[in-house]
């Protein structure tokens, strides 16, 4: 009974990968999208499960979105046939925390251009000339030449008996 119960502590002492991965942006208190979901405002943690490219969205009042596509590459103990030993066979924690956002690659929002709205009512006013009055050329193309288009189709009319429908 003594090895049974020896064996299943050691099996549950068998240690995994904990991934963690922080987000930060400058300015900080950017809504976080992270592969479509939200996740929070920066500066904010995460776990993750799986390696590869993962899309981080970056949304703040008064600046620019920002997308970044950002690569998180697989530490050498998670290459593939290493992943079963450091995941399984191990016996303790393994954590693996990423840090993004800051150094080399910061995450800088730019804010938005304004454009004041003197110039944005002027911009429109020309848009609404330009479509109420089109270029010359543009109404020669638009003229058909009649002469070239088939006839219509003759008129027909049914003629009902004189007591009116059969």
């Known amino acids: ?25 400058n300015p900080s208190n950017a809504l976080v999208i992270l592969d479509g ?3 929070g405002f920066t500066p904010v943690s995460v776990p993750f499960n799986y390696y590869g ?13 920002k997308i970044i596509n950002q690569h998180v590459t697989a530490p050498w103990y998670q290459k593939p046939g290493i992943d ?6 191990i016996p303790w924690r393994i954590r693996d925390e990423r840090d993004y956002g800051l150094g080399e690659q910061e995450y800088t929002l730019q804010p938005k251009m304004l454009v004041p709205q003197d110039q944005l009512l002027q911009r429109a006013e020309e848009v609404r000339t330009a479509a109420h009055n089109p270029p010359p050329r543009a109404l020669e193309r638009a003229k058909v030449d009649e002469s070239a288009l088939p006839p219509p189709p003759p008129l027909v009319r049914e003629v009902l008996p004189a007591g009116g429908v059969e």
Request: charged share 25%; glycine share 4%; net charge positive.
């Open 84 to 89: 079963f030993v450091s995941e399984v066979l």
């Open 53 to 65: 490219v993962r899309q981080i969205k970056l949304v703040k009042d008064g600046y620019e979105t």
């Open 1 to 25: 009974m003594r090895p049974l119960l020896l064996l299943a502590v050691a099996f549950s002492a068998v240690g995994c990968v904990e991934r963690r991965m922080t987000i930060r942006s």
């Open 37 to 39: 979901q939200e996740i």
